[in-house]
């Protein structure tokens, strides 16, 4: 028996005595807490929040809203468990809590014209049930105005301030229905007008407040604006909706004067451009036919004149600016490389907010005015004393695939002071209409630099930022390909004379740990461990079992599970179906609120693997949701994750 072959026996014997606890362990361990229970997971060694704790204890802040008259903002950053929201009177000033909630508050937004209220949406424990609250900013006090059962989403105020248009599930428990209220009177909540599908948007009131317009997504694939009268709820779409090329417009504001739509779609191209649309002729004008990458995202100023925008290349924002009466394209102020997103215009025309990340530069608020090119940081969040200029930069890197495609990814390579050939983690991003991005690694900052792991984050077919070819190229029975591009990113790995090709770990979170497992099926024999956050272990019984309001669109996605021989490649691909070939040690991890990935997703696979004869841990947490929220919950994981790290990927 060799030395691993023991340790593996040994936890075999561990895991039978911890089966399902979540009782107290003893002074040299961390304890359970009540809130999660486990399988087979040890007890982490205390010494180890000693050596973590300075990488857990960096803070993040994301911008919410401008004031609506003067320079201050609300963003959203934490103190103590739970993020909340907080005010900036000014840059780099003081954060000024005001929530002080059991759960995370989000979509802060202001009423428009006085400032005395915000409205913002909060679930309970990660059920993503999201109810709507004003804010009286004066008394401190919240006001519940939906009907604080159903799942409300989207929101915007109307320009004069008096209502507010968002979408609720109340109805049936399943599709998008448009609500107006004053949320100051929540006796005034009434439908405005009924939708079919639970992925609707609110996108924009048009300046006389007798429009709005809502986007109607289909799949990821094709969505539909459409305008609605905030007086008879009467709905029109802007384009028909019975084309026969799926078109997918991402976001809409109105041009001040009304008579026509900003937005980005990929109509007649392979990537998102930014258009406008006039409503009488319907006839697209395209703004950015010259970029060949997507614009992500776009704000048109309180004035109607400027437009900014930003477009994803290759992972990195770009900031343009257009001028909205020529439609050409102005200078603009440059941004430091990174991600940035949240883009808002101030009421004075001149200071653009936005969030910006890199690999070395923890999410944090900025605001540019767009005249002078000065750049104002308004929060600089604590790192725990790390140093980020040491932390490790993300590089960009390709590799070709089975079909002869390019891919790419990022890496983080760890510390020079580790010679010889490097540990891997490839962490597979979810979605899967998402993207790899440099994006700051917090606490896996700890893994490069005190374990010299190599992490690796792969873009392979399906994701995002690359065009809608790309991204379909996972679709329905084409599921198993992007297993395949994994297989090509571990022949390159024994390619990289720094990298260990013998000590490889896979990991992801939702669709990325729907990936894992499936990897983990077949490629055992290539990988020493994978470590599944919420993924999907058959599709089939997702589909069956998730929250009904994201039924249709993923089904655009995976397949639908009604349809006899889709259900029957379903089956045959699905992990829990294979479970016998996961060979090398896995953990999983769930919320046992998750309305997207329930938590029998997590359970039945390591039901499965256990029954195959093979020792799996598992996390379940009771507070939580899609992904771990609370600070204590995404502690701890992170300790256990250590461990299996330490256990099974580097010894």
């Not at 028996?1 to 026996?9: G, K, V």
């Not at 014209?113 to 993503?128: I, L, R, W």
């Not at 448009?178 to 300046?207: C, R």
């Not at 997207?596 to 949701?625: C, T, Y």
Request: hydrophobic share 35%; proline share 5%; aromatic share 12%.
């Amino acid at each position: 028996m060799t030395r691993f072959d023991l340790r593996w026996a040994m936890l075999v014997l561990l895991t039978l005595l911890l089966s399902g606890t979540n009782a107290y362990a003893d002074e040299k361990t961390l304890r359970f807490t009540p809130n999660l229970v486990t399988e087979g997971v040890p007890p982490p060694p205390r010494s180890l929040v000693d050596d973590i704790e300075r990488y857990s204890h960096f803070r993040y802040a994301d911008f919410q809203c401008w004031h609506p008259i003067r320079r201050e903002m609300l963003i959203q950053t934490r103190f103590a468990e739970i993020t909340q929201i907080h005010r900036l009177k000014s840059p780099a000033g003081s954060r000024s809590q005001l929530t002080f909630f059991g759960d995370t508050p989000q979509e802060a937004a202001f009423e428009p014209t006085s400032g005395d209220v915000f409205a913002f949406a909060k679930d309970k424990n990660g059920n993503e049930q999201f109810q709507k609250y004003t804010f009286d900013v004066k008394n401190g006090t919240s006001k519940l105005f939906s009907d604080g059962q159903s799942r409300n989403n989207g929101g915007i105020w109307s320009n004069k301030g008096d209502r507010y248009c968002y979408l609720s599930t109340r109805r049936n428990g399943e599709d998008d229905d448009a609500y107006i209220v004053d949320p100051t009177n929540p006796a005034t909540d009434h439908m405005l007008a009924q939708n079919k599908g639970g992925e609707w948007e609110t996108f924009d009131w048009s300046a006389d407040d007798k429009t709005v317009l809502l986007n109607d997504n289909v799949s990821l694939e094709e969505t539909h604006l459409w305008l609605v009268d905030t007086a008879s709820g009467t709905k029109i779409p802007v384009m028909p909706t019975d084309a026969h090329e799926k078109i997918v417009y991402s976001s809409g504001k109105f041009s001040k004067a009304g008579k026509g739509i900003y937005t980005t779609t990929d109509r007649d191209s392979d990537f998102q451009r930014l258009a406008y649309i006039d409503l009488a002729t319907k006839q697209h004008t395209y703004l950015t036919s010259n970029i060949p990458w997507d614009v992500e995202q776009f704000a048109l100023s309180w004035d109607g004149q400027k437009i900014a925008a930003i477009t994803n290349e290759d992972g990195l924002s770009t900031l343009h600016m257009f001028d909205t009466k020529s439609g050409k394209e102005q200078p603009a102020p440059s941004l430091p490389k990174g991600i940035i997103y949240g883009l808002t215009w101030h009421k004075n025309n001149q200071d653009l907010a936005f969030t910006f990340e890199n690999a070395r530069s923890q999410t944090d608020v900025y605001s540019v005015d767009i005249s002078t090119g000065k750049v104002d940081r308004w929060t600089e969040s604590e790192t725990g004393g790390i140093n980020p200029a040491e932390l490790s930069d993300a590089k960009l890197f390709h590799w070709k695939t089975f079909d002869n495609r390019q891919l790419s990814g990022f890496m983080y390579r760890p510390p020079a002071r580790f010679t010889g050939k490097r540990p891997v983690i490839i962490d597979i991003h979810g979605g899967p209409a998402a993207q790899a991005r440099p994006e700051y690694l917090g606490r896996n900052n700890y893994l490069l630099n005190e374990l010299g792991v190599a992490m690796i984050f792969p873009n392979v077919r399906g994701s995002t930022g690359y065009g809608k070819a790309f991204m379909r190229l996972d679709d329905g029975y084409k599921r198993e390909d992007s297993y395949k591009d994994i297989a090509t990113l571990l022949a390159w790995i024994k390619t990289q004379p720094d990298l260990d090709a013998d000590r490889i770990m896979i990991t992801g979170g939702s669709y990325g740990g729907h990936m894992t497992l499936a990897c983990a099926v077949a490629y055992s024999d290539q990988i020493r461990c994978a470590l599944d956050q919420v993924g999907t272990a058959n599709f089939v019984t997702q589909l069956e079992n998730t929250a009904p309001y994201g039924r249709d669109m993923r089904r655009a996605e995976y397949g639908d599970e009604r349809d006899p021989a889709m259900r029957a490649f379903l089956e045959k691909i699905a992990p829990v179906n294979n479970a016998d070939k996961i060979t090398k040690p896995l953990y999983v991890v769930a919320g046992k609120n998750d309305p997207r990935v329930p938590a029998s997703e997590s359970k039945q696979i390591v039901h499965a693997v256990k029954e195959a004869g093979h020792p799996a841990w598992f996390l379940l947490a009771n507070d939580e949701g899609h992904g771990f929220h609370k600070k204590r919950n995404q502690d701890f994981l992170f300790y256990t994750k250590v461990e299996f790290i330490k256990t099974f990927l580097l010894n």
